[in-house]
Protein backbone atom coordinates (compact mmCIF):
# COMPACT_ATOMS: atom_id res chain seq x y z
CA UNK A 1 0.00 0.00 0.00
CA UNK A 2 2.81 2.76 0.40
CA UNK A 3 4.24 1.97 -2.60
CA UNK A 4 1.01 2.96 -3.67
CA UNK A 5 1.30 6.28 -2.19
CA UNK A 6 4.99 6.95 -3.03
CA UNK A 7 4.08 8.01 -6.26
CA UNK A 8 2.89 11.60 -5.90
CA UNK A 9 0.30 11.67 -8.79
CA UNK A 10 -1.84 9.44 -6.93
CA UNK A 11 -1.80 11.25 -3.77
CA UNK A 12 -2.76 14.91 -5.64
CA UNK A 13 -5.11 12.84 -7.85
CA UNK A 14 -7.28 11.66 -4.66
CA UNK A 15 -6.56 16.28 -2.96
CA UNK A 16 -7.88 16.56 -6.86
CA UNK A 17 -11.13 14.55 -6.56
CA UNK A 18 -12.35 15.69 -3.62
CA UNK A 19 -11.74 19.28 -4.41
CA UNK A 20 -13.65 18.61 -7.57
CA UNK A 21 -16.21 16.64 -6.15
CA UNK A 22 -17.46 19.01 -3.66
CA UNK A 23 -17.56 21.33 -6.66
CA UNK A 24 -19.75 19.33 -8.39
CA UNK A 25 -21.75 18.95 -5.92
CA UNK A 26 -22.33 21.98 -4.92
CA UNK A 27 -22.54 23.60 -8.51
CA UNK A 28 -25.62 20.87 -8.71
CA UNK A 29 -27.40 21.20 -6.24
CA UNK A 30 -29.97 23.86 -7.55
CA UNK A 31 -29.48 22.80 -11.06
CA UNK A 32 -33.05 22.54 -12.92
CA UNK A 33 -31.57 23.03 -16.62
CA UNK A 34 -30.69 20.46 -19.37
CA UNK A 35 -27.29 20.79 -20.73
CA UNK A 36 -26.94 20.55 -24.74
CA UNK A 37 -24.28 17.53 -23.98
CA UNK A 38 -27.49 15.71 -21.92
CA UNK A 39 -30.17 16.55 -23.99
CA UNK A 40 -27.86 15.01 -27.44
CA UNK A 41 -26.82 12.42 -25.41
CA UNK A 42 -30.36 11.53 -24.54
CA UNK A 43 -31.74 11.95 -27.72
CA UNK A 44 -29.47 9.45 -28.88
CA UNK A 45 -30.21 6.79 -26.34
CA UNK A 46 -33.94 6.97 -25.46
CA UNK A 47 -34.55 5.29 -28.83
CA UNK A 48 -32.46 2.52 -28.08
CA UNK A 49 -33.67 2.51 -24.33
CA UNK A 50 -36.87 2.35 -25.60
CA UNK A 51 -36.64 -0.83 -27.95
CA UNK A 52 -34.37 -2.90 -25.36
CA UNK A 53 -37.46 -1.90 -22.85
CA UNK A 54 -39.85 -3.48 -25.30
CA UNK A 55 -37.98 -6.34 -26.02
CA UNK A 56 -37.54 -7.01 -22.48
CA UNK A 57 -40.90 -7.10 -21.36
CA UNK A 58 -41.23 -8.85 -24.82
CA UNK A 59 -38.60 -11.74 -22.88
CA UNK A 60 -40.66 -11.36 -19.85
CA UNK A 61 -43.99 -12.04 -21.38
CA UNK A 62 -42.50 -15.09 -23.40
CA UNK A 63 -40.96 -16.72 -19.92
CA UNK A 64 -44.00 -15.93 -18.37
CA UNK A 65 -46.07 -17.47 -20.59
CA UNK A 66 -44.46 -21.03 -20.13
CA UNK A 67 -44.14 -20.87 -16.37
CA UNK A 68 -47.72 -20.28 -16.19
CA UNK A 69 -48.74 -22.94 -18.15
CA UNK A 70 -50.28 -25.46 -15.83
CA UNK A 71 -51.64 -22.65 -13.66
CA UNK A 72 -53.23 -21.96 -17.13
CA UNK A 73 -54.88 -25.52 -18.06
CA UNK A 74 -56.57 -25.48 -14.57
CA UNK A 75 -57.87 -22.04 -15.33
CA UNK A 76 -59.03 -22.92 -18.82
CA UNK A 77 -61.17 -25.44 -17.58
CA UNK A 78 -62.78 -23.35 -14.64
CA UNK A 79 -63.18 -20.58 -17.59
CA UNK A 80 -65.07 -23.04 -19.83
CA UNK A 81 -67.60 -23.64 -16.91
CA UNK A 82 -67.76 -20.09 -15.81
CA UNK A 83 -67.82 -18.80 -19.54
CA UNK A 84 -71.61 -20.88 -19.98
CA UNK A 85 -73.06 -19.34 -17.00
CA UNK A 86 -72.02 -15.93 -18.53
CA UNK A 87 -73.59 -16.76 -21.23
CA UNK A 88 -76.66 -16.76 -19.43
CA UNK A 89 -76.54 -13.41 -17.92
CA UNK A 90 -75.25 -11.62 -20.45
CA UNK A 91 -78.73 -12.16 -22.01
CA UNK A 92 -80.16 -10.76 -18.66
CA UNK A 93 -77.67 -7.77 -18.71
CA UNK A 94 -77.86 -6.26 -21.87
CA UNK A 95 -80.52 -3.94 -20.71
CA UNK A 96 -78.42 -3.19 -17.69
CA UNK A 97 -75.65 -2.82 -20.28
CA UNK A 98 -77.72 -0.12 -22.16
CA UNK A 99 -78.36 2.15 -19.23
CA UNK A 100 -75.04 2.06 -18.14
CA UNK A 101 -73.56 2.81 -21.48
CA UNK A 102 -75.84 5.75 -21.65
CA UNK A 103 -74.44 6.51 -17.65
CA UNK A 104 -71.02 6.42 -18.82
CA UNK A 105 -71.29 8.83 -21.43
CA UNK A 106 -73.09 11.59 -19.36
CA UNK A 107 -70.04 10.97 -17.21
CA UNK A 108 -67.58 11.39 -19.57
CA UNK A 109 -69.13 14.75 -21.35
CA UNK A 110 -68.58 15.92 -17.22
CA UNK A 111 -65.03 15.08 -16.91
CA UNK A 112 -63.94 15.96 -20.59
CA UNK A 113 -65.26 19.94 -19.21
CA UNK A 114 -63.14 19.66 -15.64
CA UNK A 115 -60.50 16.94 -16.77
CA UNK A 116 -56.34 18.18 -17.42
CA UNK A 117 -55.63 18.25 -20.50
CA UNK A 118 -53.46 15.12 -20.62
CA UNK A 119 -50.02 13.85 -22.78
CA UNK A 120 -49.95 10.42 -22.96
CA UNK A 121 -46.24 8.76 -22.58
CA UNK A 122 -44.33 5.64 -22.45
CA UNK A 123 -41.32 5.00 -19.68
CA UNK A 124 -38.75 3.97 -21.53
CA UNK A 125 -35.75 3.69 -18.94
CA UNK A 126 -35.29 3.99 -15.08
CA UNK A 127 -32.25 6.17 -13.64
CA UNK A 128 -28.96 4.15 -13.82
CA UNK A 129 -28.25 4.58 -10.13
CA UNK A 130 -29.38 3.44 -7.16
CA UNK A 131 -29.47 6.95 -5.78
CA UNK A 132 -32.45 8.27 -7.35
CA UNK A 133 -35.88 7.44 -8.05
CA UNK A 134 -36.69 8.91 -11.55
CA UNK A 135 -37.44 7.14 -14.79
CA UNK A 136 -37.68 8.68 -18.56
CA UNK A 137 -40.48 9.15 -20.44
CA UNK A 138 -40.73 9.03 -24.46
CA UNK A 139 -42.26 12.50 -24.53
CA UNK A 140 -40.24 16.17 -24.28
CA UNK A 141 -40.67 19.86 -25.07
CA UNK A 142 -41.44 19.57 -28.74
CA UNK A 143 -44.77 17.47 -27.35
CA UNK A 144 -45.49 20.43 -25.30
CA UNK A 145 -43.82 18.76 -22.19
CA UNK A 146 -42.61 21.48 -19.41
CA UNK A 147 -40.70 21.14 -15.91
CA UNK A 148 -42.52 20.59 -12.74
CA UNK A 149 -46.15 19.10 -15.13
CA UNK A 150 -47.71 16.57 -12.49
CA UNK A 151 -47.50 12.78 -14.41
CA UNK A 152 -50.38 10.78 -13.14
CA UNK A 153 -51.27 7.39 -13.80
CA UNK A 154 -54.36 6.04 -14.56
CA UNK A 155 -57.61 7.26 -12.15
CA UNK A 156 -55.60 10.12 -11.61
CA UNK A 157 -53.36 8.86 -9.63
CA UNK A 158 -49.80 10.85 -8.56
CA UNK A 159 -47.14 9.53 -9.66
CA UNK A 160 -44.05 12.35 -9.75
CA UNK A 161 -43.52 15.46 -11.60
CA UNK A 162 -41.02 16.74 -14.63
CA UNK A 163 -37.50 17.47 -13.29
CA UNK A 164 -35.72 17.61 -16.85
CA UNK A 165 -37.22 18.35 -20.06
CA UNK A 166 -35.61 17.57 -23.58
CA UNK A 167 -36.54 17.94 -27.08
CA UNK A 168 -37.88 14.23 -27.75
CA UNK A 169 -37.50 12.98 -23.41
CA UNK A 170 -38.21 13.87 -19.90
CA UNK A 171 -37.54 12.81 -16.74
CA UNK A 172 -39.92 12.27 -14.24
CA UNK A 173 -38.98 12.86 -10.38
CA UNK A 174 -41.08 10.14 -8.58
CA UNK A 175 -42.91 10.57 -5.31
CA UNK A 176 -40.97 8.34 -3.46
CA UNK A 177 -37.52 9.92 -4.33
CA UNK A 178 -36.09 11.42 -1.65
CA UNK A 179 -35.79 15.21 -3.64
CA UNK A 180 -39.83 15.04 -4.15
CA UNK A 181 -42.39 16.98 -1.80
CA UNK A 182 -45.82 17.94 -2.13
CA UNK A 183 -48.58 19.46 0.19
CA UNK A 184 -51.11 16.29 0.68
CA UNK A 185 -54.56 16.19 2.63
CA UNK A 186 -56.43 13.74 4.27
CA UNK A 187 -59.97 12.59 2.72
CA UNK A 188 -61.68 12.09 5.14
CA UNK A 189 -60.89 14.55 7.85
CA UNK A 190 -59.43 17.08 6.14
CA UNK A 191 -56.19 17.31 7.75
CA UNK A 192 -52.53 18.78 6.01
CA UNK A 193 -49.42 17.26 5.41
CA UNK A 194 -46.03 17.05 3.40
CA UNK A 195 -46.01 14.40 1.29
CA UNK A 196 -42.20 13.15 0.62
CA UNK A 197 -39.63 10.96 -0.52
CA UNK A 198 -37.78 8.77 2.00
CA UNK A 199 -34.86 6.69 1.29
CA UNK A 200 -35.88 4.20 4.18
CA UNK A 201 -39.05 3.62 2.56
CA UNK A 202 -38.97 4.60 -0.53
CA UNK A 203 -37.37 0.93 -0.89
CA UNK A 204 -40.51 -0.98 -0.24
CA UNK A 205 -42.01 1.78 -2.63
CA UNK A 206 -43.85 3.50 0.59
CA UNK A 207 -43.30 7.28 1.27
CA UNK A 208 -43.32 9.76 3.87
CA UNK A 209 -46.50 12.12 5.39
CA UNK A 210 -44.64 14.61 7.56
CA UNK A 211 -45.52 17.53 9.40
CA UNK A 212 -48.95 15.92 10.72
CA UNK A 213 -49.54 16.88 14.57
CA UNK A 214 -49.58 14.81 16.82
CA UNK A 215 -53.76 15.52 17.62
CA UNK A 216 -54.32 14.94 14.06
CA UNK A 217 -57.38 12.85 12.86
CA UNK A 218 -55.62 10.15 10.64
CA UNK A 219 -56.05 6.24 10.90
CA UNK A 220 -54.30 3.73 8.78
CA UNK A 221 -56.28 3.41 5.48
CA UNK A 222 -56.89 7.00 4.95
CA UNK A 223 -56.97 8.39 1.31
CA UNK A 224 -54.31 11.01 1.26
CA UNK A 225 -54.45 13.40 -1.88
CA UNK A 226 -52.56 16.63 -3.35
CA UNK A 227 -54.06 19.87 -1.42
CA UNK A 228 -53.31 22.05 -4.64
CA UNK A 229 -50.79 24.15 -2.23
CA UNK A 230 -47.19 24.63 -3.97
CA UNK A 231 -47.85 25.70 -7.17
CA UNK A 232 -47.09 22.34 -9.01
CA UNK A 233 -50.09 19.94 -8.12
CA UNK A 234 -53.66 20.56 -8.86
CA UNK A 235 -55.78 20.02 -5.80
CA UNK A 236 -57.30 16.26 -5.88
CA UNK A 237 -54.55 13.88 -7.18
CA UNK A 238 -54.85 10.30 -5.50
CA UNK A 239 -51.59 9.90 -3.59
CA UNK A 240 -51.66 7.01 -1.64
CA UNK A 241 -53.30 5.61 1.26
CA UNK A 242 -52.02 5.27 4.99
CA UNK A 243 -50.54 2.28 6.03
CA UNK A 244 -48.18 3.09 9.28
CA UNK A 245 -48.42 5.94 11.85
CA UNK A 246 -45.81 6.23 13.74
CA UNK A 247 -44.23 9.43 16.27
CA UNK A 248 -41.71 11.71 15.15
CA UNK A 249 -38.34 11.14 16.87
CA UNK A 250 -39.05 14.70 18.92
CA UNK A 251 -42.61 13.08 19.82
CA UNK A 252 -44.73 16.45 19.56
CA UNK A 253 -45.40 15.42 15.95
CA UNK A 254 -46.12 11.95 13.94
CA UNK A 255 -45.92 11.12 10.20
CA UNK A 256 -47.48 8.35 8.31
CA UNK A 257 -46.00 6.00 5.94
CA UNK A 258 -48.00 6.22 2.75
CA UNK A 259 -48.79 2.88 0.39
CA UNK A 260 -49.21 4.47 -3.74
CA UNK A 261 -51.53 4.61 -5.32
CA UNK A 262 -50.49 3.46 -8.48
CA UNK A 263 -47.27 0.72 -8.41
CA UNK A 264 -44.90 3.04 -9.55
CA UNK A 265 -41.70 0.47 -10.12
CA UNK A 266 -43.93 -1.32 -12.99
CA UNK A 267 -45.09 1.41 -14.66
CA UNK A 268 -45.16 1.09 -18.40
CA UNK A 269 -47.39 4.50 -19.42
CA UNK A 270 -48.56 7.69 -17.86
CA UNK A 271 -49.99 10.68 -18.49
CA UNK A 272 -48.44 14.18 -18.39
CA UNK A 273 -50.73 16.80 -17.41
CA UNK A 274 -50.43 19.79 -19.52
CA UNK A 275 -52.70 22.24 -18.05
CA UNK A 276 -52.30 21.98 -14.27
CA UNK A 277 -53.39 25.09 -12.97
CA UNK A 278 -55.78 26.18 -15.20
CA UNK B 1 -9.40 -1.41 -31.79
CA UNK B 2 -9.11 -0.68 -27.92
CA UNK B 3 -11.55 2.65 -28.52
CA UNK B 4 -13.85 0.86 -30.15
CA UNK B 5 -13.83 -1.91 -27.36
CA UNK B 6 -14.37 0.72 -24.83
CA UNK B 7 -17.41 2.03 -27.24
CA UNK B 8 -19.16 -1.03 -27.40
CA UNK B 9 -18.85 -1.50 -23.92
CA UNK B 10 -20.15 1.82 -23.35
CA UNK B 11 -22.74 1.68 -25.66
CA UNK B 12 -24.29 -1.28 -24.07
CA UNK B 13 -23.70 -0.33 -20.18
CA UNK B 14 -25.51 3.05 -21.24
CA UNK B 15 -28.38 0.80 -22.58
CA UNK B 16 -28.94 -1.74 -20.76
CA UNK B 17 -27.92 -0.25 -17.20
CA UNK B 18 -31.50 2.01 -17.50
CA UNK B 19 -33.55 -0.50 -18.71
CA UNK B 20 -32.97 -4.58 -18.49
CA UNK B 21 -30.93 -4.10 -15.68
CA UNK B 22 -34.31 -3.74 -13.59
CA UNK B 23 -35.05 -7.35 -14.31
CA UNK B 24 -32.38 -8.41 -11.75
CA UNK B 25 -32.80 -5.90 -9.35
CA UNK B 26 -32.33 -7.26 -5.88
CA UNK B 27 -34.31 -5.20 -3.00
CA UNK B 28 -34.85 -2.67 -5.43
CA UNK B 29 -30.95 -2.19 -5.79
CA UNK B 30 -29.00 -3.07 -8.97
CA UNK B 31 -25.65 -3.48 -10.00
CA UNK B 32 -23.77 -0.69 -11.47
CA UNK B 33 -21.82 -2.26 -14.27
CA UNK B 34 -19.89 1.19 -14.75
CA UNK B 35 -17.89 0.62 -11.46
CA UNK B 36 -17.22 -3.41 -12.03
CA UNK B 37 -16.15 -2.34 -15.87
CA UNK B 38 -13.59 0.42 -15.19
CA UNK B 39 -12.35 -1.36 -11.83
CA UNK B 40 -11.81 -4.89 -13.71
CA UNK B 41 -10.16 -3.09 -16.84
CA UNK B 42 -7.75 -1.43 -14.82
CA UNK B 43 -7.04 -4.64 -13.35
CA UNK B 44 -5.68 -5.29 -16.95
CA UNK B 45 -4.68 -1.50 -18.52
CA UNK B 46 -2.39 0.97 -18.19
CA UNK B 47 -3.16 3.94 -15.49
CA UNK B 48 -3.37 6.58 -17.83
CA UNK B 49 -5.90 4.32 -19.93
CA UNK B 50 -7.71 3.27 -16.37
CA UNK B 51 -8.31 6.99 -15.72
CA UNK B 52 -9.13 7.50 -19.31
CA UNK B 53 -11.83 5.83 -19.76
CA UNK B 54 -13.04 5.89 -16.41
CA UNK B 55 -13.82 9.62 -17.68
CA UNK B 56 -15.49 8.70 -21.09
CA UNK B 57 -17.54 6.38 -18.89
CA UNK B 58 -18.28 8.52 -15.94
CA UNK B 59 -19.12 11.65 -18.12
CA UNK B 60 -21.42 9.95 -20.43
CA UNK B 61 -23.25 8.33 -17.09
CA UNK B 62 -23.41 11.97 -15.93
CA UNK B 63 -25.38 13.01 -18.73
CA UNK B 64 -27.40 10.19 -18.51
CA UNK B 65 -28.50 10.44 -14.85
CA UNK B 66 -28.89 14.16 -15.18
CA UNK B 67 -27.70 15.21 -11.96
CA UNK B 68 -24.29 15.68 -10.52
CA UNK B 69 -23.16 16.08 -13.89
CA UNK B 70 -19.37 15.83 -13.62
CA UNK B 71 -19.29 13.38 -10.15
CA UNK B 72 -19.34 10.55 -11.94
CA UNK B 73 -16.44 11.79 -14.57
CA UNK B 74 -14.24 12.28 -11.82
CA UNK B 75 -15.09 9.44 -9.22
CA UNK B 76 -14.46 7.00 -12.51
CA UNK B 77 -11.07 8.66 -13.43
CA UNK B 78 -9.82 8.64 -10.09
CA UNK B 79 -11.23 5.19 -9.47
CA UNK B 80 -9.40 3.73 -13.24
CA UNK B 81 -6.47 5.44 -12.25
CA UNK B 82 -6.11 4.09 -8.39
CA UNK B 83 -7.31 0.99 -9.29
CA UNK B 84 -4.51 0.84 -12.39
CA UNK B 85 -1.73 1.82 -9.99
CA UNK B 86 -2.77 -0.54 -7.00
CA UNK B 87 -2.53 -3.61 -9.17
CA UNK B 88 0.66 -2.72 -10.79
CA UNK B 89 2.61 -1.54 -7.76
CA UNK B 90 1.01 -3.95 -5.11
CA UNK B 91 -0.88 -7.13 -6.78
CA UNK B 92 1.69 -8.96 -8.58
CA UNK B 93 -0.57 -11.32 -10.24
CA UNK B 94 -4.07 -10.60 -10.27
CA UNK B 95 -7.01 -13.09 -9.93
CA UNK B 96 -10.90 -13.15 -9.61
CA UNK B 97 -11.34 -13.26 -6.47
CA UNK B 98 -8.56 -10.44 -5.73
CA UNK B 99 -10.31 -8.28 -8.20
CA UNK B 100 -13.82 -9.12 -6.94
CA UNK B 101 -12.19 -7.56 -3.57
CA UNK B 102 -11.16 -4.43 -5.16
CA UNK B 103 -14.30 -4.18 -6.67
CA UNK B 104 -16.11 -4.62 -2.93
CA UNK B 105 -13.90 -2.00 -1.49
CA UNK B 106 -14.16 0.40 -4.85
CA UNK B 107 -17.36 0.45 -4.49
CA UNK B 108 -17.63 1.12 -0.75
CA UNK B 109 -15.21 4.57 -1.23
CA UNK B 110 -17.29 5.62 -4.53
CA UNK B 111 -21.06 4.96 -3.42
CA UNK B 112 -19.67 6.97 0.41
CA UNK B 113 -18.16 9.75 -1.43
CA UNK B 114 -21.40 10.19 -3.83
CA UNK B 115 -23.85 9.86 -0.57
CA UNK B 116 -21.02 12.74 1.05
CA UNK B 117 -21.11 15.34 -2.02
CA UNK B 118 -24.92 15.25 -2.96
CA UNK B 119 -27.23 13.77 -0.18
CA UNK B 120 -25.37 14.12 3.32
CA UNK B 121 -27.64 16.12 5.64
CA UNK B 122 -30.35 14.71 3.38
CA UNK B 123 -30.78 11.29 3.60
CA UNK B 124 -30.00 9.16 6.94
CA UNK B 125 -26.72 7.76 6.87
CA UNK B 126 -27.52 4.43 8.52
CA UNK B 127 -30.94 3.16 5.80
CA UNK B 128 -28.46 4.71 2.77
CA UNK B 129 -26.28 2.37 4.40
CA UNK B 130 -27.99 -0.63 4.39
CA UNK B 131 -30.97 -0.21 1.93
CA UNK B 132 -28.59 1.22 -0.77
CA UNK B 133 -24.74 1.45 -0.63
CA UNK B 134 -24.17 -1.89 1.17
CA UNK B 135 -26.31 -3.96 -0.98
CA UNK B 136 -24.82 -2.65 -3.83
CA UNK B 137 -21.00 -2.71 -3.30
CA UNK B 138 -21.84 -6.72 -2.37
CA UNK B 139 -23.56 -7.59 -5.88
CA UNK B 140 -20.83 -5.44 -7.62
CA UNK B 141 -18.71 -7.36 -6.31
CA UNK B 142 -20.72 -10.72 -7.56
CA UNK B 143 -20.74 -9.16 -11.01
CA UNK B 144 -17.07 -8.85 -11.67
CA UNK B 145 -17.44 -12.54 -11.87
CA UNK B 146 -18.83 -12.60 -15.70
CA UNK B 147 -17.45 -9.27 -16.50
CA UNK B 148 -13.90 -10.41 -15.43
CA UNK B 149 -13.44 -13.64 -17.84
CA UNK B 150 -14.64 -11.09 -20.34
CA UNK B 151 -11.97 -8.79 -19.83
CA UNK B 152 -9.25 -11.45 -19.11
CA UNK B 153 -10.40 -12.95 -22.69
CA UNK B 154 -9.90 -9.73 -24.12
CA UNK B 155 -6.94 -8.50 -22.31
CA UNK B 156 -4.92 -11.38 -23.81
CA UNK B 157 -5.65 -9.49 -27.76
CA UNK B 158 -5.76 -6.34 -26.40
CA UNK B 159 -3.52 -5.59 -23.46
CA UNK B 160 -0.90 -8.20 -24.27
CA UNK B 161 1.78 -5.53 -22.61
CA UNK B 162 0.54 -5.95 -19.49
CA UNK B 163 -0.02 -9.98 -20.10
CA UNK B 164 2.58 -10.53 -17.60
CA UNK B 165 0.28 -9.45 -14.29
CA UNK B 166 -2.68 -11.75 -15.78
CA UNK B 167 -3.44 -14.73 -13.36
Redesign the interface.
Given at each position: ?R??F??K??LW??VL?II???A??IL?AT?ND??I??NV??II?TP??KL??NI?HGV?DFFGYFSDVDKLRTEIDALKAENSELKKEINQNESSRLENEQLRKLLNMKQGNTEFELEAASV?????????N?F?IDKGAADGIALNQPVVASGNALVGRI??VGTTWS?VSVITD??HAAGAQIVRSGEFGICEGD??L??D?NLRLSFVSKNANIIVGDTVVTSGLGGIYPKGLVIGKIYKIRPDIQGISQYAVITPETDI?NLCAVFVIKNPLD | MKVAVHGIFL?FF??????????IAV????P?L?IIYIVTLSCFCSKKEGAITGFFFGI??D?????????NA??L??LG??TA??CE??IRKNSVLIVMLITLITSVCYEL???V???VG???FK??FF??LLP?CIYNSLMTLPVYFVIKKLSNRLWVDKGEIIG
Amino acid sequence: MRKLFKNKAALWLIVLVIILGIAVGILNATKNDTTIFENVTNIIVTPVQKLFTNIGHGVSDFFGYFSDVDKLRTEIDALKAENSELKKEINQNESSRLENEQLRKLLNMKQGNTEFELEAASVIARNPSNWYNTFTIDKGAADGIALNQPVVASGNALVGRISEVGTTWSTVSVITDSEHAAGAQIVRSGEFGICEGDSGLAADGNLRLSFVSKNANIIVGDTVVTSGLGGIYPKGLVIGKIYKIRPDIQGISQYAVITPETDIKNLCAVFVIKNPLD
Amino acid sequence: MKVAVHGIFLAFFLIVQATWLEAIAVFGVKPNLFIIYIVTLSCFCSKKEGAITGFFFGIMLDFVIGKALGLNAVLLLALGFLTAQFCEKVIRKNSVLIVMLITLITSVCYELFYYVVSFVGDLEFKSVFFRTLLPECIYNSLMTLPVYFVIKKLSNRLWVDKGEIIG
